[in-house]
């Protein structure tokens, strides 16, 4: 149960990343509303998941979902760079946060 908590504080860490490009761009109080709520959820996940798991495994675990999950975010809804290099260092990232499952 750990690890489903660990993987939903990861997907509204990237839900309020993308409500902070929101915010930045349209300035109403539902962006902000809803990026409260969505990183107040991803903490409490989070915190779940470490009386379980080991704090640097769950916190590696989860800024890798949140980093790569941003930039994924950003090239399907923002236009950013698809580059091959950006989607291989995107791939090193989830690898490395499968390998910490792995060897947890």
Excluded: C
């Excluded at 236009?79 to 499952?101: N, T, Y």
């Amino acid at each position: 149960m750990a690890w489903v908590s660990l993987v939903v504080a990861g997907l509204f860490e990237m839900f309020g990343v993308g409500m902070i490009n929101k915010l930045h761009n349209d300035r109403n109080w539902q962006s902000l509303v809803l990026l409260i709520l969505a990183f107040g959820a991803s903490f409490m996940f989070l915190a779940y998941s470490m009386k379980t798991l080991p704090m640097g495994t769950a916190y590696a675990i989860w800024t890798g979902i949140g980093a790569s999950g941003g930039a994924i975010l950003g090239m399907l809804l923002y236009g950013e760079s698809k580059d091959w290099r950006r989607l291989v260092f995107i791939g090193m990232v989830l690898g490395a946060a499968i390998g910490l499952k792995i060897v947890s």
